[in-house]
């Protein structure tokens, strides 16, 4: 269970000045609002972050250096998006995904399509894009990461075996892989990819398939697309198994906004994939047994057939508090699927915002106190077999566990923040 409070550790982070906001006036691709100074450390801050630097160096638990492939139980996984240039060049850094973001550029078409920068100090400098913004001081080039570019994947699973995290549910999104052309290329470069860099950090992965904007044919689409670009794969090493059955997560099944997926084709596929000896996850509406709020009525079979249920959390409840509420329901769940012999996985989510659907700094932080919550409520929780945080990667909601860079500004208020010591410090004190 240390690897969890040690991942939960990478966002217990300093408090920065509530008055930095961002800001769509500039000046050759600078702000000049007010305000908006660079982040300085107070003394009360420094001395928080050294006393925990020194809890964690205090402590003898060390990791394993390669996990144990062979079984899902007490797994902690994250979700890994590996989205970023998909579809285009710049597909989820702007809206189109076709031009860099830039601070002048009136076409809304073209601004920027995320809430946070990740710190970029890290990255081979061939994965790195030029933004058409600039740091604030010394007016350098905002870059954000390309994620086929070499080097990207394989630096993000060495941070997972710093964090202590033992891998990723890697996705694949059904509406971009039914067809040939770029972005069946990307998640197909993104799969073999994880595969090399599973196999070179000691880590593990599985599929996790996203049927958000599927088609009715989704059932098949699966099929086509599993049969010739991943199952070759589930034989790998580092592939995730349980009880010899490679793993298999698929989004969506029985959740609102996703009704193309019947009762009767979720069945068939679930049974069709258990008969080809696979473990197969559900991850759809946090209502699952009710069939109330986001789930659909009707689908109590679907989730029954189900080796493992994972609740999707996020969005679900808004702070700590609101969490605290719902344990009881948390509790429900995994007494449930334990009777029956089923798998249970909770959800843990650092925070949201998503101005798309004006929900900006929906969810707050709270200096990693929100998440905390969770993991603490969690690793308490009976019934519990693995465990899955949302997401490592997904930049344009703020629901990440990449390092903001200190200096750029969020377009909410940094009073929720992600920020650290700068330079990686919280993941050098887990990764020690």
Same mark, same amino acid.
């Given at each position: 269970?240390?690897?969890?409070?040690?991942?939960?550790?990478?966002?217990?982070?300093?408090?920065?000045?509530?008055?930095?906001?961002?800001?769509?006036?500039?000046?050759?691709?600078?702000?000049?609002?007010?305000?908006?100074?660079?982040?300085?450390?107070?003394?009360?801050?420094?001395?928080?972050?050294?006393?925990?630097?020194?809890?964690?160096?205090?402590?003898?638990?060390?990791?394993?250096?390669?996990?144990?492939?062979?079984?899902?139980?007490?797994?902690?996984?994250?979700?890994?998006?590996?989205?970023?240039?998909?579809?285009?060049?710049?597909?989820?850094?702007?809206?189109?995904?076709?031009?860099?973001?830039?601070?002048?550029?009136?076409?809304?078409?073209?601004?920027?399509?995320?809430?946070?920068?990740?710190?970029?100090?890290?990255?081979?400098?061939?994965?790195? !894009? /030029?933004? &058409? %913004?600039?740091?604030? @001081?010394? *007016?350098?080039?905002?870059?954000?990461?390309?994620?086929?570019?070499?080097?990207?994947?394989?630096?993000?699973?060495?941070?997972?075996?710093?964090?202590?995290?033992?891998?990723?549910?890697?996705?694949?999104?059904?509406?971009?892989?039914?067809?040939?052309?770029?972005?069946?290329?990307?998640?197909?470069?993104?799969?073999?990819?994880?595969?090399?860099?599973?196999?070179?950090?000691?880590?593990?992965?599985?599929?996790?398939?996203?049927?958000?904007?599927?088609?009715?044919?989704?059932?098949?689409?699966?099929?086509?697309?599993?049969?010739?670009?991943?199952?070759?794969?589930?034989?790998?090493?580092?592939?995730?198994?349980?009880?010899?059955?490679?793993?298999?997560?698929?989004?969506?099944?029985?959740?609102?906004?996703?009704?193309?997926?019947?009762?009767?084709?979720?069945?068939?596929?679930?049974?069709?994939? !258990? /008969?080809? &000896? %696979?473990?197969?996850? @559900?991850? *759809?509406?946090?209502?699952?047994?009710?069939?109330?709020?986001?789930?659909?009525?009707?689908?109590?079979?679907?989730?029954?057939?189900?080796?493992?249920?994972?609740?999707?959390?996020?969005?679900?409840?808004?702070?700590?508090?609101?969490?605290?509420?719902?344990?009881?329901?948390?509790?429900?769940?995994?007494?449930?699927?334990?009777?029956?012999?089923?798998?249970?996985?909770?959800?843990?989510?650092?925070?949201?915002?998503?101005?798309?659907?004006?929900?900006?700094?929906?969810?707050?932080?709270?200096?990693?106190?929100?998440?905390?919550?969770?993991?603490?409520?969690?690793?308490?929780?009976?019934?519990?077999?693995?465990?899955?945080?949302?997401?490592?990667?997904?930049?344009?909601?703020?629901?990440?566990?990449?390092?903001?860079?200190?200096?750029?500004?969020?377009?909410?208020?940094?009073?929720?923040?992600?920020?650290?010591? &700068?330079?990686?410090?919280?993941?050098?004190?887990?990764?020690?």
């Amino acid at each position: 269970m240390w690897n969890l409070i040690l991942i939960a550790a990478q966002l217990l982070i300093v408090g920065v000045d509530a008055s930095r906001f961002w800001c769509h006036k500039f000046e050759d691709g600078q702000c000049i609002a007010p305000g908006d100074a660079g982040l300085t450390l107070t003394t009360e801050d420094k001395a928080k972050m050294s006393a925990f630097v020194k809890a964690v160096l205090s402590s003898s638990w060390q990791r394993p250096q390669v996990v144990n492939s062979s079984t899902i139980r007490n797994k902690v996984l994250a979700g890994y998006q590996g989205w970023a240039g998909a579809r285009g060049t710049w597909d989820h850094w702007t809206n189109d995904g076709q031009m860099a973001p830039s601070a002048t550029d009136p076409d809304v078409n073209h601004w920027e399509h995320f809430e946070m920068i990740p710190q970029m100090g890290e990255y081979p400098l061939g994965a790195l !894009q /030029a933004t &058409g %913004f600039k740091y604030h @001081g010394n *007016g350098s080039v905002v870059n954000v990461y390309a994620n086929a570019a070499e080097g990207v994947v394989d630096l993000h699973f060495q941070w997972m075996k710093d964090y202590g995290m033992d891998g990723v549910l890697l996705q694949r999104f059904i509406s971009d892989v039914i067809n040939p052309g770029k972005g069946l290329d990307h998640f197909n470069t993104i799969l073999a990819q994880a595969d090399a860099a599973a196999a070179k950090h000691g880590r593990t992965y599985a599929i996790m398939y996203d049927m958000s904007g599927a088609a009715s044919t989704w059932d098949t689409d699966i099929d086509a697309d599993f049969v010739s670009h991943v199952k070759n794969y589930t034989s790998s090493e580092r592939y995730l198994k349980e009880k010899g059955r490679p793993v298999v997560c698929i989004f969506g099944l029985g959740l609102v906004d996703h009704a193309q997926a019947t009762v009767d084709s979720s069945l068939r596929f679930i049974r069709s994939m !258990q /008969a080809n &000896g %696979f473990y197969v996850i @559900g991850s *759809g509406p946090y209502y699952w047994r009710e069939g109330t709020h986001d789930a659909l009525p009707g689908y109590s079979g679907v989730f029954t057939a189900f080796d493992a249920i994972m609740p999707w959390s996020v969005g679900r409840y808004s702070s700590a508090l609101d969490f605290r509420r719902l344990g009881p329901l948390v509790e429900a769940d995994a007494a449930l699927t334990q009777s029956r012999g089923q798998g249970y996985a909770p959800i843990a989510f650092p925070g949201y915002s998503y101005r798309d659907t004006n929900k900006i700094n929906f969810i707050k932080r709270y200096a990693g106190q929100f998440f905390r919550a969770q993991i603490d409520a969690y690793l308490n929780t009976s019934g519990v077999s693995f465990y899955y945080i949302a997401m490592f990667d997904e930049v344009h909601a703020d629901c990440t566990l990449l390092d903001l860079d200190l200096e750029w500004i969020s377009i909410a208020p940094l009073a929720r923040p992600n920020a650290g010591a &700068g330079g990686h410090r919280h993941l050098q004190v887990c990764r020690e």
